[in-house]
């Protein structure tokens, strides 16, 4: 009589599980940092989910270089006042699920510009609209959590793109004292749990070609050990990705 396995009803992992050749991660910097056209330049169908309506002067670049390219855009009318009301966010939100999934099953790049647009509409569909200060975020926080991690078991690159905002902390006030208030430092802004949840952080700085650069923060993957903490002339997708994935063809990534 054969002896069954202790832990024949687990899954037992294997490299083909978690050796998945696709970039998911932030892209985080100021203003014309080349945040968008990074992510635009992975490999098509690129599906972008726009808050931001900021593709002018970048599709068109990318367009013009690869004119068969497939890039979807869905914008979304989101500029919240104070009449803005947990229904309307709602109705957004709903949207934006429908959409996200479907370019999930769908496109090889998802966009999502930007991200902390996208968070805000979470907070206000979850009756969040008074800021940081209304504590009871744990039902938002598990819907964005969840909607994120449906891209994990596809093989699809994600992007989050993010803005900054001023960092808040301990200052000397120009009184003497010791107070709270803006540090002089730059920081993401977004779901604060999305750095753990993504593989790969890029902060992107400049303004032009001359002075375009690139700072990797964490990354996964089996070049990773080696790209970690280091900064870079402004790389493309397919270049960057190929030293994530050092076994990887540039055909994998245009």
């Known amino acids: 009589m054969a002896v069954k396995h202790p832990l024949a009803q687990y899954q037992r992992a294997t490299i083909a599980d978690y050796e998945k050749h696709r970039l998911f991660g932030t892209s985080w910097g100021e203003p014309g940092s080349r945040k968008t056209s990074f992510w635009l330049e992975g490999p098509a169908p690129v599906g972008v989910l726009s808050f931001d ?4 002067g970048v599709a ?23 009449e803005t009301g947990v229904e309307d ?3 957004v939100w709903s949207q934006y699920e429908t959409d996200y999934k479907a370019f999930l099953q769908n496109c090889r790049t998802v966009l999502i510009d930007k991200e902390n647009d996208l968070w805000q509409l979470c907070r ?10 209304q504590r009871d975020f744990d039902k938002a926080n598990l819907q964005y959590r ?18 900054c905002k001023d960092e808040w902390g301990s200052i000397t006030k120009t009184n003497g004292q010791r107070g709270k208030g803006p540090t002089g430092n730059r920081v993401q802004a977004g779901f604060k749990e999305l750095s753990g949840l993504v593989h790969l952080e890029l902060h992107h700085f400049g303004l032009s070609p001359d002075s375009w650069r690139v700072e ?3 990354v996964r ?3 990773g050990f080696e790209l970690a903490g280091q900064e870079f002339a402004s790389l493309s997708f397919p270049e ?8 990887s063809d540039e055909s994998e990534w245009v």
């Open 60 to 82: 068109d670049r990318i367009l013009r270089e690869q004119p068969d390219k497939e890039i979807y855009v869905k914008e979304y009318d989101w500029v919240p006042s104070e």
């Open 53 to 56: 309506k900021g593709l002018e």
């Open 89 to 91: 966010a709602q109705e």
């Open 124 to 133: 206000y569909a979850n009756g969040l609209t008074g800021g940081d200060e």
């Open 216 to 218: 990797v923060g964490k």
């Open 240 to 247: 960057f990705a190929q030293l994530v994935f050092p076994d």
């Open 146 to 163: 969840r909607l994120i991690n449906l891209a994990k078991a596809t093989n699809v690159n994600v992007g989050f793109i993010r803005g």
């Open 221 to 223: 993957g089996p070049g």
